[in-house]
């Protein structure tokens, strides 16, 4: 078994080794485990143990912890270990000691030592290990104590030295980049090392310094670009040739560093065009390596300023990754289409069925990413399909890291293209019912916020929104179980706007009040929600002039209350009994309706303060100094409280003692109370006078600066973010109603006329399952659109404007860019061996485009059945129009099923308008077997990648 | 940092190899193997070989009996990630011959030395095998 030498092996440890590797069960492998422990407590500190038989023990101990039991009782042999002259066991006892021990464990001290005399050692394999030790173990304390050895290693005559000292510098950076902020220039000179190791390396600092600071960087875009040139023409070492691929970890390396480089730099992009649309064309891309490349070349191209002729290349090689029968390469090319999509939005469109494709895939990772795509390119035509998706894969995992972060999500795009407000309070209903307590309190602060200041149109919409979540709310409180956030954001809407539009009489809204607090008599917050929101609905009441009944319910939930442990529950019940008591005109200007936002009017000059100040200096009081007027020599936070400033006066002080003219200064009008000091001594007395005679004023400047905060919260701001596209999220329902039709024709529009024409072409012989083809056309605007209405896409609607608007400022943008391109066109290589160039120059002898049509419908011959429902999309211009005249409230628990729950709202009013489309549906079906054969054929001429060598474990496999 | 930790651990679940690049508790060590594990374990052959898992993404591939997992950050090249597997197979193959579960259960101390080679910082340094295996050659021949 193996070789034996240095690496000797007893039968004890072969024995242990064996039982380990033959035990059935957890429970087993313990057993073993722990007998191995006692034996090595015994064993380990007997004396004079041979120095094999110990680095055996110390691999034992590996192992313990390796299974996940403490071995803590070895580690200081571990330690010893590293002493040792032998290089095999000192590595070994190195090795031991990275695993075992955190850089900030007692022991490590005992290794710095050993650390420092190894990195001094002529042999290299010894100063390589020691290397290896001071990654892991060196903490910002203890870079000092190696710093300088490293720094002199940098140039060893060993490459493999100069390779590890830099990745040592490299973690110094990591772990405190101001220690070798002096030493960053190392990193660039590494980067010429006549070494292609010491280079590569090299190039993982680089990308991180890189990542943090641009700009320093941009000088080295030639040179990265040469060495990528380089390496892509094979000029490095054999050695580094990895499934005929030329260092392609260095090539992703670089890549990543480039798309860094030329993010938003339009002058160093046109530096890497040439050489990465030379890599686009080398990429084997039948290996997995090749299209890793492949992919950080598309990475790359998404990033730096965009290039028509490279954009193309990476559409190409997206669409290949999407049509892989790999679920690997589906999944790259997800991610891939998620970072185009940025730059050409119009590249989506024509893998809407893959897309939809890989969202219906039973696999779990595939469908994240493509939900995270989704999430990408939500626009206010396609926010609902989408919301919707994200809500159903929300309830159906239990994950609650991914969950929250789903949630979130479905919030943030809920908030910025909600096309309704009923659509808005409904989903975010379904987030909080499903996502419960994972949301974020901010976001239902927020939601109360969007109720309370509505959408900021007119009135009439704003109380329509509120009906309509009471209505909601009223509704879920039926339900079981409900979220603790949840359930604050409905006692307060029911408290503000509970009774607001007449239809829901006081006792009704009290009630449904007193049965929250009972059912959820173990959550305080709730309870305190609640009893602020009764005190509420009868203060507004009382305003009305109606007489309040209390309920019998009610009134012995305040009697609970008035009892409360709670301190919090108690005072509002009191406040709740003392509103009661009080007559209309007070309860009017205490509760006033609808004044939750009205700003507080704050008076941050502390006007009423005036006259008591004068007083006070009149009576002899020091005027008050402001901050910035005062000495430097003392935070401004001293002035705040006795307490602090005593204990600071007393600590040790890291500032100068300097300044003396300022301190003499301000104690200028000190002087009379200073000379009743015996011996001035000047800090404390400066500090204590200033803080006494000015009480008052300083406690105001500190509540003038904490009520500057508070009214910059009140100020009143539209909610939720509207980056993308401030006229959709406060768009109202009407403008959608006659908008919604366009703005999917833009959509559709946007694409160029040949992806129209391949369309064109594939309707004729393929056939796409009705529900696909409707899902598609939600998210993406429809392929079937574009062939009813081709013309109408030049009306720019409002909603969509933006969308249209950035195309176009791209469009031209990239106009500008193949202009540029044609003047700087690269010179013929002479090194470029005339690589088969047609696949990429030629696009459309691609065969995979021609094989396009006849993969896409494999995975959807489930059924054609639900012809029925067939282009409701084209029909959701009037969802709007529905929307606003349907009460609220009637979500409809059953529609939870996936489609139909995705068409539910045009399902019902198509019932009159499709009949047509009905037909030129069914009329497309015929074709299915047909291209279920194509597709056969396509599949046996091998689109699939090749596997690796299949000879290399045989071992393993037999 | 692209690498968090790499771990090699056969279809019973159990760990063969664990090489951690930022420093958890055996506690937490043991809970998260134990959770991607199972995660890793259940898929089949033609989905992903890529795992999300809280806040990072598991790589895995499986040769035979045993399993490599890698943890990596969210913005890695995941393809590249699991060639960088083969790799480290291919490597291990040269050395061992037809490397198997018992050859690394046997020589963990030089699977680890390759690994130390390939990976430091949680950055891919190395990839020439040539050189990931010649400090090793030294040490047998110098002992």
Redesign the interface.
């Known amino acids: 078994?193996?070789?034996q030498?240095?690496?000797y092996?007893s039968k004890e440890f072969?024995d242990l080794?064996k039982s380990?590797?033959e035990?059935?069960s957890?429970a087993e492998?313990d057993r073993i485990v722990l007998g191995e422990i006692e034996t090595l407590k015994r064993r380990i500190s007997e004396p004079d143990i041979p120095k094999r038989k110990m680095k055996e023990y110390i691999?034992r101990l590996?192992?313990v912890?390796?299974?996940?039991?403490?071995a803590s009782f070895g580690y200081i042999h571990a330690v010893k270990m590293t002493h040792d002259n032998?290089?095999?066991v000192k590595?070994?006892g190195y090795?031991a000691v990275t695993?075992f021990l955190?850089?900030d464990h007692d022991l490590i001290i005992l290794i710095v030592n050993t650390i420092q005399k190894d990195l001094t050692s002529d042999n290299y394999?010894v100063v390589?290990a020691a290397l290896?030790a001071v990654?892991k173990l060196i903490n910002e304390e203890t870079i000092p104590a190696v710093l300088p050895l490293v720094v002199e290693l940098l140039a060893h005559p060993k490459e493999?030295v100069r390779?590890?000292a830099i990745?040592a510098l490299?973690?110094f950076y990591?772990k405190s980049p101001s220690s070798v902020s002096h030493l960053l220039s190392n990193f660039r000179k590494r980067l010429c090392d006549n070494d292609p190791?010491v280079m590569?390396?090299t190039l993982?600092p680089l990308f991180e310094l890189i990542t943090i600071d641009v700009n320093s960087y941009k000088d080295l875009v030639m040179s990265f670009v040469s060495i990528l040139k380089q390496v892509a023409e094979r000029r490095l070492?054999k050695?580094?040739d990895?499934?005929q691929m030329p260092?392609?970890?260095?090539q992703?390396k670089l890549l990543k560093i480039l798309a860094l480089l030329g993010s938003g730099d339009k002058q160093a992009s046109e530096n890497m065009y040439a050489v990465v649309g030379d890599i686009f064309k080398k990429c084997d891309s039948s290996s997995?390596?090749g299209?890793?490349?492949l992919?950080?070349c598309i990475?790359c191209v998404s990033t730096i300023y965009s290039n028509p002729k490279l954009l193309e290349f990476a559409a190409d090689a997206i669409s290949r990754f999407l049509k892989s029968d790999s679920?690997?390469l589906?999944?790259?090319g997800i991610d891939a289409l998620g970072r185009l999509i940025k730059i050409s939005p119009e590249i989506a469109e024509q893998h809407q069925l893959a897309v939809i494709d890989c969202l219906e895939d039973p696999?779990d990772?595939?469908k994240?990413k493509t939900l995270e795509l989704l999430y990408k390119m939500t626009k206010s035509t396609n926010v609902e399909v989408i919301v919707d998706r994200m809500i159903d894969y929300m309830i159906n995992i239990n994950d609650n890291?991914?969950k929250t972060e789903i949630a979130s999500r479905c919030v943030e795009l809920a908030e910025q293209f909600a096309p309704s407000n009923q659509w808005f309070i409904q989903t975010m209903n379904k987030v909080f019912m499903h996502a419960g307590d994972l949301v974020n309190t901010k976001v239902a602060h927020n939601l109360m916020r969007l109720i309370a200041e509505g959408f900021g149109e007119d009135d009439d919409t704003d109380s329509q929104l509120r009906s309509s979540a009471v209505e909601s709310y009223l509704h879920i409180l039926g339900e079981s179980k409900l979220p603790s956030v949840f359930l604050q954001v409905i006692c307060w809407v029911l408290g503000e706007y509970g009774t607001a539009d007449g239809k829901y009489s006081a006792s009704y809204i009290t009630g449904k009040l007193c049965d929250v607090a009972e059912a959820y008599s173990s959550d305080e917050t709730v309870k305190a929600y609640a009893v602020t929101a009764l005190t509420k609905i009868y203060a507004f009441e009382i305003a009305a002039g109606r007489k309040v009944d209390m309920l019998p319910e009610c009134q012995s939930l305040m009697e609970e209350f008035l009892a409360s442990h709670s301190t919090d529950l108690q005072q509002r019940a009191y406040e709740l009994q003392a509103v009661i008591g009080l007559d209309a005109h007070a309860v009017e200007s205490i509760m006033p309706s609808d004044a939750n936002c009205e700003d507080i009017e704050v008076d941050k000059n502390l006007s009423f303060l005036t006259g008591y100040i004068q007083d006070s200096i009149e009576n002899g009081a020091q005027p008050y100094i402001p901050e910035n007027e005062r000495s430097g020599m003392l935070k401004i936070s001293n002035f705040r409280n006795q307490d602090h400033h005593e204990t600071s006066a007393h600590s040790l002080r890291f500032e100068a003692y300097e300044l003396p003219k300022q301190t003499v200064q301000s104690r200028i009008p000190l002087t009379s109370l200073a000379s009743t000091e015996i011996v001035p001594v000047p800090e404390p007395i400066y500090v204590r006078e200033i803080y006494q005679t000015t009480t008052v004023p300083s406690a105001s400047s500190d509540a003038g600066s904490t009520e500057l905060k508070l009214r910059l919260d009140g100020v009143q701001k539209k909610w939720g973010r509207q980056t993308h596209s401030p006229a959709t999220s406060t768009s109202s329902s009407t403008s959608q109603k006659t908008d919604n039709g366009i703005t999917q024709v833009d959509g559709s529009n946007t694409s160029n006329s040949r992806t129209l024409e391949t369309y064109d072409s594939r309707k004729q012989q393929v056939e796409i399952t009705p529900e696909k083809q409707k899902l598609a056309a939600s998210l993406f605007g429809g392929s079937s659109k574009s062939e009813k209405k081709p013309a109408t896409g030049h009306k720019i609607s409002k909603p969509s404007s933006h969308i249209v608007e950035r195309s176009h400022v791209r469009k031209s943008s990239l106009e500008i860019a193949s202009e540029k391109k044609a003047s700087i066109q690269p010179p013929p290589d002479l090194l470029d061996f005339g690589e088969p160039t047609v696949n990429s120059a030629a696009p459309s002898v691609d065969p995979f485009k021609e094989l396009e049509g006849l993969l896409e419908p494999t995975t959807q011959v489930d059924s054609a059945e639900n012809h029925g429902s067939t282009a409701a999309a084209t029909k959701s211009p009037d969802i709007m129009g529905l929307y606003t005249e349907t009460p609220a409230g009637i979500y409809n628990k059953d529609d939870s099923d996936i489609l139909s729950g995705l068409s539910n709202p045009p399902v019902r009013n198509m019932l009159g308008g499709t009949r047509s489309m009905q037909v030129a549906q069914s009329s497309k079906g015929r074709n299915l077997k047909n291209s279920l054969e194509k597709d056969a054929l396509v599949r046996q001429m091998g689109v699939t990648p090749s596997s690796?060598n299949p000879n290399?474990?045989?071992?393993?496999?037999g | 940092m692209g690498i968090r930790f790499i771990l090699m651990v056969n279809k019973q679940g159990q760990t063969r190899l664990a090489q951690y690049y930022e420093w958890l508790t055996l506690e937490e060590r043991r809970a998260l193997e134990g959770e991607i594990v199972r995660k890793c374990l259940a898929r089949n052959e033609q989905q992903c070989s890529f795992v999300e898992h809280r806040n990072y993404k598991i790589v895995y591939r499986r040769y035979a009996s045993l399993f490599f997992l890698v943890g990596v950050d969210n913005d890695e090249n995941e393809l590249a990630i699991l060639e960088f597997i083969h790799l480290l197979v291919e490597t291990m193959d040269r050395h061992f011959g037809n490397v198997c579960e018992l050859d690394i259960m046997f020589h963990l101390e030089k699977a680890h030395f390759m690994l130390d080679e390939m990976v430091m910082n949680g950055s891919v340094v190395e990839t020439s095998k040539a050189n990931i295996l010649s400090p090793i050659q030294l040490m047998e021949k110098a002992s």
Do not use: W
């Open positions: 078994m193996g070789s030498g240095g690496f092996q072969l080794v380990i590797g035990a059935r957890k492998e691999i590996v192992y912890e390796m299974l996940g039991h403490d032998s290089l095999l590595r070994t090795l695993l955190n850089e394999l390589c290896n990654c493999a390779k590890k990745m490299h973690r990591q190791g590569g390396a993982c070492p050695a580094y990895y499934h260092a392609p970890f260095i992703i997995n390596i299209n890793a490349v992919y950080e990475c679920h690997n589906k999944y790259m696999d990772t595939l994240r890291h991914y690796p290399l474990f045989k071992d393993l496999l």
